[in-house]
């Protein structure tokens, strides 16, 4: 196995445990997926692709800019810290999808109960 390949399948674990500890359930990776050109993980009705990569630095800094902001808000207003969730929400010129990006344990935060629900109906 390479050591890209090996760094994708470890990350691939790590998310798998962080969705199974926050939702109560367990998640494997799809063996496979590569060969077959499909997804990462399947996470109740999610299908996720999982990419890590070496840097991310301009999201990284679009998603400091949120926290940064959500913490301010945070103070100012009180409440608890999942009052205030930082978001990022982009689009490429000339496309007309956008994209949300929200650090994993946030948008757990956000989803969980409806996940928890979906797979609840699952069993």
Request: glycine content about 8%; some cysteine.
């Amino acid at each position: 196995m390479t050591n890209s390949r090996r760094k994708g399948a470890a990350y691939e674990r790590e998310l798998a445990a962080a969705f199974g500890d926050s939702l109560g359930s367990a998640f494997t990776r799809r063996l496979g997926q590569a060969r077959d050109s499909g997804h990462d993980l399947d996470i109740g009705p999610l299908v996720v692709e999982a990419k890590r990569r070496a840097s991310l630095t301009t999201v990284t800094k679009w998603m400091q800019q949120a926290v940064t902001a959500a913490a301010r808000r945070h103070k100012a207003q009180g409440g608890t810290e999942a009052d205030h969730l930082p978001a990022v929400v982009c689009r490429q010129d000339g496309d007309k999808t956008s994209y949300v990006i929200m650090r994993l344990q946030d948008f757990l935060t956000l989803v969980g109960d409806t996940l928890r629900e979906h797979l609840s109906r699952k069993d």
